[in-house]
């Protein structure tokens, strides 16, 4: 299992609650990226420490791969064929993080997971609107992951299942929450990397999640109303969770 996201303090959240131990832990800034590695049970991590799991029956590497969806699916598409390339390929792809939620459905501190992952600014603005750029005629602008698998993730964890969007500008306006709410009503948050890394994944014929903790809500900027290190305490109290769901799933079961 790969599972990718944006900044190390995210990727140390995540590791902290499938048991694997950082020697980076607690020293990441959010948006100070590093370079992108794992962490990988029972291995030494790039920085020359090691990260062991607690209970993991499997491989998995927790890897920050930068923010934005272009550098995401670059950088999870690097990780993706280094491992084809060794034999040993990735099952599952999971890009996980913080996230912005739109309110009520889902306040700061809940969890989500995606039913669907959309490209919501991925396309063309016209006199009519905004049109995808699937109605241009070309690409594809949604991943959906295995529906089984998103149904077992929300019973273990709580979290709410909705669409989570993808967005290369933070909405930062209550006009722009309301439109993209008004293209895409079932959206419970907005991020900036799962479609790169449903991207990657889907180009390598891997399957893919989403899961998001939500930090703030979509909208007007209030940076006094962020909640980053409760979403990120929620976060590993989700990947506490999802041990055992992560590893007794099949990837052919859809």
Not at 42 to 57: C, I, L, M, N
Not at 70 to 86: E, F, K, R
Not at 155 to 168: D, H, I, N, Q, Y
Not at 194 to 215: D, K, T
């Amino acid at each position: 299992m790969l599972i990718a996201t944006a900044v190390p303090v995210e990727r140390d959240a995540v590791a902290s609650g499938l048991g694997v131990l950082s020697p980076a832990a607690g020293s990441g800034v959010l948006g100070a990226v590093g370079r992108a590695h794992p962490f990988r049970p029972g291995a030494p991590d790039a920085e020359g420490g090691s990260a062991a799991a607690a209970g993991s029956g499997g491989r998995v590497d927790v890897v920050a791969v930068g923010v934005g969806p272009a550098l995401a699916a670059a950088s999870t598409g690097a990780v993706l064929t280094a491992a084809a390339l060794q034999g040993s390929p990735y099952d599952l792809v999971v890009s996980a993080g913080i996230g912005g939620g739109f309110p009520p459905e889902a306040p700061v501190g809940t969890l989500v997971v995606a039913d669907e992952i959309v490209a919501a600014d991925l396309g063309a603005e016209t006199g009519e609107g905004f049109l995808p750029v699937t109605e241009l005629g070309f690409g594809t602008v949604r991943h959906r992951p295995p529906g089984a698998l998103v149904r077992r993730v929300a019973e273990a964890t709580g979290a709410r299942t909705g669409a989570v969007l993808t967005v290369s500008t933070v909405t930062g306006t209550a006009a722009r929450a309301a439109a993209l709410r008004e293209r895409h009503p079932t959206a419970l948050a907005e991020a900036m990397e799962g479609f790169g890394v449903a991207e990657a994944a889907g180009a390598q014929g891997v399957p893919v999640l989403e899961v998001r903790a939500i930090s703030n809500p979509v909208g007007p900027r209030d940076r006094a109303s962020w909640r980053i290190p409760d979403a990120l305490t929620a976060l590993t109290e989700g990947f506490g969770k999802l041990v055992p769901v992560l590893e007794s799933w099949n990837r052919h079961d859809r």
